[in-house]
C-alpha cells in the first residue's frame, strides 16, 4: 500500500517563481527518489537522494532528506511552463521496494 | 541505452474480457516491476521480480491478475476477466536492482474497460 503522503496536493504558480513540495514517508529508507510524470508519460527520474545525504542539488532542482522526521522536500527553481506536471517522491526500503507518494500537481502558468 | 518498452500503448476491452500486456526491461536490469496507475493518484506496486522470482506479489488480485517473467527477462501482465475499476495505466520498471540504484519507468500501457 502507498505509505508516503505529499502535499500540497496541488500548487499553481507564475512562471519564475520556485515551487516546493513536501513528501513524508513511514518506514525507514535507503534512498529517496523524486519522479516527475507529465500527463499521459511515464515516469521521469529527476534525483536521488542516499539516506546518509541531507541536501542535494541537480541544475534547478534541490532535494533534502529529515531522515529523523522521515519527509522531504523538492524545490524548483526558477519555475518555467515545461515544468508542469505532476510530482511523485518514491522511497527506497529494503530489497529496493519502492513506496511511492500521492503526487503533487504543479501548474506553472506563463 | 534504449528504456523499458512497454506495449500496447492503449488498450480498450470489454469488461470481462482479457487483456495481455509486455515490458520489456533495459538489459541487464534484474528487477522489473509493475504498477498500476489510476487517473489521479500514485502508481500501486502489483509484482515485484528479481530475475525470474516474485519478490512482492502481495497487492496482485491473483483471482485476475498474473504475471510473469520466464527467463527473468521481458514479463507479461495478464488481466482476465477485465473488470471496469481495472481501467488505469499499467506502468513497467526495472532497476539493476541494488538499493542506491535508479529505477527506470516505460512510458505505460493505457487500459479502458468498458
Known amino acids: 500500500s502507498q505509505q508516503g503522503e505529499e502535499d500540497p496536493q496541488a500548487l499553481s504558480i507564475q512562471e519564475g517563481e520556485n515551487a516546493t513540495m513536501n513528501c513524508s514517508y513511514k518506514t525507514s529508507i535507503n534512498n529517496l527518489q523524486w519522479y516527475r510524470q507529465n500527463s499521459g508519460r511515464g515516469l521521469v527520474h529527476l534525483i536521488l537522494?542516499?539516506?546518509?545525504?541531507r541536501e542535494k542539488h541537480s541544475g534547478r532542482l534541490r532535494v533534502t532528506l529529515d531522515t529523523s522526521k522521515k519527509s522531504s522536500s523538492l524545490l524548483i527553481t526558477a519555475s518555467r511552463a515545461a515544468d508542469t506536471a505532476s510530482y511523485f517522491c518514491?522511497?527506497?526500503?529494503?530489497?529496493?521496494?519502492?513506496?511511492f507518494g500521492t503526487g503533487t500537481q504543479l501548474k506553472v502558468e506563463l | 541505452e534504449a528504456g523499458v518498452a512497454q506495449s500496447p500503448r492503449y488498450k480498450i476491452i470489454e469488461k470481462r474480457q482479457s487483456v495481455a500486456f509486455w515490458c520489456n526491461p533495459i538489459s541487464g536490469h534484474a528487477t522489473l516491476y509493475w504498477y498500476q496507475q489510476i487517473l489521479g493518484q500514485g502508481p500501486k506496486l502489483l509484482i515485484q521480480f528479481q530475475n525470474n522470482g516474485v519478490v512482492d506479489d502481495s497487492q496482485l488480485p491473483k483471482d485476475r491478475f498474473s504475471a510473469e517473467r520466464l527467463k527473468g527477462v521481458d514479463s507479461t501482465l495478464k488481466i482476465q476477466p477485465a473488470k471496469l475499476e481495472d481501467s488505469a495505466v499499467y506502468l513497467c520498471?526495472?532497476?539493476?536492482?541494488?538499493?542506491?540504484?535508479?529505477?527506470?519507468f516505460g512510458e505505460g500501457s493505457w487500459l479502458t474497460v468498458v
Open positions: 520498471a526495472s532497476s539493476l536492482g541494488r538499493d542506491l540504484n535508479t529505477i527506470y
Open positions: 537522494i542516499r539516506s546518509n545525504e
Open positions: 518514491v522511497s527506497t526500503g529494503g530489497g529496493n521496494k519502492l513506496t
